[in-house]
């Protein structure tokens, strides 16, 4: 068996070494970075786990996909729908395939053919939360339902008095008699049982909330980004030929 001289062996290990830094720094380590580089090589795509999304992301005209999920008592939450989630949607909604999951660190458990709810905020936060996810099923329009979650959050926030906020706001909904059987009803355990099977689907479990993903990602970017400037983050995603229409000043990627 032969062996390479003590020179060259050491010149072929630093070489190795030298290759794998430069590896290092093309492929990001931790993928908490813009889509724009997930999407820059199919290597970095397929090392981010992100093909998939990245395909969609560089599809033209594709709606950008924006989840949310939260829980109706938390302020964090509050702060985000009030700040950064109702404004932008009022100015991007033609281009947002918004989601919102009205569940968060809850937990369910089976009773009988039907399931019971704890919350982090206590019951009163648990029929919050079913009544949020009753008005996106019965009032449809997400034009309606995201100002009528917007209006009870935002009172809610200011005065922390839930039951008297969801008096005020019920009395402009339209299908108000709707939403109140809903909420009371079977059909709101159900539908809520589906937001937590959303959440609890999600690659990996919220370690907090609000908890945001972007065309299906999650990442330490993606959430601290939309905290700050939500807009900036789905015009910084979009690429579709009306671009400029929505977001003034941006290029398509």
């Known amino acids: 068996m032969a062996f390479l001289p003590l020179n060259m062996m050491i010149a072929f290990i630093s070489l190795i070494m030298l290759a794998g830094n430069l590896m290092?720094?093309?492929?990001?380590?931790?993928?908490?970075?813009?889509?724009?580089?997930?999407?820059?090589?199919?290597?970095?795509?397929?090392?981010?786990?992100?093909?998939?999304?990245?395909?969609?992301?560089?599809?033209?005209?594709?709606?950008?996909?924006?989840?949310?999920?939260?829980?109706?008592?938390?302020?964090?939450?509050q702060n985000f729908i009030i700040k950064q989630l109702f404004p932008t949607f009022i100015k991007l909604k033609s281009i947002i395939n918004l989601g919102l999951v009205p569940y968060g660190n809850a937990y369910e458990q089976k009773d009988g053919k039907s399931w019971k709810f704890t919350c982090q905020h206590g019951a009163e936060e648990c029929s919050v939360n079913i009544l949020?996810?009753?008005?996106?099923?019965?009032?449809?329009?997400?034009?309606?339902?995201?100002?009528?979650?917007?209006d009870l959050e935002t009172c809610m926030f200011k005065i922390q008095k839930p039951e008297k906020c969801v008096k005020m706001v019920m009395k402009h909904i339209s299908k108000r008699d709707n939403l109140i059987a809903c909420a009371n009803g079977t059909t709101g355990i159900y539908l809520e049982h589906q937001m937590a099977l959303k959440t609890n689907a999600l690659p990996l479990p919220p370690m907090y909330v609000p908890w945001v993903t972007l065309n299906g990602v999650h990442s330490e970017h993606i959430q601290r980004k939309a905290e700050n400037n939500l807009t900036d983050l789905i015009c910084e995603t979009y690429q579709g030929k009306d671009k400029e229409k929505y977001c003034p000043g941006r290029v398509i990627s």
């Open 132 to 150: 949020e996810t009753c008005a996106i099923h019965v009032l449809e329009d997400p034009n309606i339902y995201v100002k009528f979650i917007y």
């Open 24 to 77: 290092s720094e093309t492929f990001p380590t931790d993928c908490n970075v813009p889509p724009s580089v997930w999407c820059s090589s199919q290597e970095i795509a397929d090392k981010c786990k992100v093909l998939n999304q990245c395909a969609a992301w560089k599809s033209r005209n594709q709606l950008v996909n924006f989840t949310l999920y939260y829980e109706a008592l938390c302020p964090d939450c």
